[in-house]
């Protein structure tokens, strides 16, 4: 939990300055930008996972598109083969690394991220990446 707060704060930021919600904070516009600029880079994996999944693929990884199977039952309890795992890359990384999008139904209805390999869940709009 304690990790995925500061990706909460992020994306509510986000959020926030795309929609010119905190532009009298700032003391330029250029302020507004940079920020824009350094906290969008860090949601754009998550969006082309997202943007994936709505496609339909192509997907970059074998796994991606596999059932979850939900050992841990850290999502609501659902019948087998309810939920898919997409990995969400991670610049610099030569694996898949720990972030993954998880969806439930088919089509997918419900959507969740985890950014530290099924440890903890954050709830996400399936088109936008922001938490629910």
Do not use: C, W
């Amino acid at each position: 939990m304690k990790k995925i707060l500061p990706i909460l704060a992020l994306l509510f930021a986000v959020f926030a300055l795309q929609n010119g919600h905190f532009n009298h904070f700032f003391n330029s516009e250029s302020s507004v930008q940079s920020a824009q600029t350094s906290l969008s880079a860090q949601e754009q994996e998550l969006l082309k996972t997202l943007e994936r999944i709505q496609r339909g693929g192509p997907f970059p990884y074998d796994r991606d598109g596999i059932t979850f199977e939900n050992r841990e039952k850290r999502l609501p309890l659902k019948a087998p083969f309810y939920y898919r795992e997409y990995t969400v890359d991670t610049p610099g990384l030569s694996h898949r690394g720990p972030r993954r999008v998880v969806t439930g139904g088919n089509p997918p209805e419900v959507f969740y991220y985890t950014e530290d390999h099924y440890r903890s869940f954050t709830r996400i709009n399936g088109h936008t990446g922001q938490p629910e």
